[in-house]
């Protein structure tokens, strides 16, 4: 009896153990990612001879200048309602709250021209053809920031304003969209316009931070005598 029981054990060691198999477990089956899903929709296959292109399934649609003009008016028409939600957003960031020397007037100063210039770069109707929208908004974004720096914030004070107006432009693209979906196609303007917006969020910080390490790089080749130096021409030291 003692021998059957003891046999029954192993047995049932046996059952629950996991099994052994050469394959590996199928992707999908394990909830992981198949590295060969994420190929499909690229837009360019590169063979050894040639590329050819593949259209992708899920591309929308161009937006019709009826509805360009349609949004740029709608935008421009909440442009005072996304400055005036940018300043409070940024009024009760850490470092702003921590600087009372810093009068509201001045915080302001190149926050409506960036709002603006963003807009248009927005609704350009062809950014890609059309570079100068995108290309005045980082200027006015380099204004705002060295306006910043002259107040001795840092770069990171400034990137956090730029993501709070990230998040502001989203709010109104979200009213926009909700309350009139574009006649084009279905998620046309939504995923056209987030294209737009994620390119020019990229634009906005390459510039403000090429601009700032530019100037800092100067300042350190006039001779800043420490670390500390450096910091302060950052911003970081004050």
């Known amino acids: 009896m003692n021998h059957s029981s003891s046999g029954g054990g192993h047995a049932l060691s046996r059952q629950s153990r996991p099994a052994r198999s050469g394959r590996t477990a199928n992707p ?3 909830g992981g990612l198949d590295p060969a899903r994420l190929l499909e ?7 050894p001879a040639r590329a050819r292109t593949v259209p992708s399934p899920r591309a929308a649609p161009p937006l019709s200048p009826a509805s360009v003009r349609r949004i740029t008016a709608e935008l421009r028409a909440t442009a005072g309602r996304i400055f005036a939600n940018w300043v409070v957003r940024v009024t009760n960031l850490p470092h702003y709250r921590a600087r009372p020397d810093v009068r509201l007037s001045d915080l302001k100063i190149g926050m409506p021209e960036l709002v603006i210039a963003a807009i248009d770069a927005l609704t350009a109707h062809d950014p890609m053809l059309r570079a100068e929208p995108n290309a005045a908004a980082a200027e006015a974004a380099v204004t705002l920031a060295r306006g910043r720096a002259a ?26 969209f909700d309350t009139s979906p574009a006649p084009d196609a ?11 917006f994620i390119r020019l969020g990229g634009d906005l910080l390459i510039a403000v931070s090429q601009d700032w390490v530019s100037r800092l790089e100067g300042q350190l080749g006039n001779g800043v005598p420490s670390v500390a130096g450096a910091q302060t021409i950052a911003g970081e030291g004050a």
């Open 28 to 30: 999908d089956t394990r």
């Open 41 to 47: 929709g690229v837009s360019v296959i590169a063979g």
């Open 151 to 176: 107040h001795a914030f840092s770069l990171s004070d400034v990137l956090a304003e730029l993501q709070e107006l990230r998040v502001e432009f989203l709010a109104a693209f979200w009213r926009i």
């Open 186 to 196: 279905p998620g046309s303007a939504p995923r056209e316009l987030m294209e737009r």
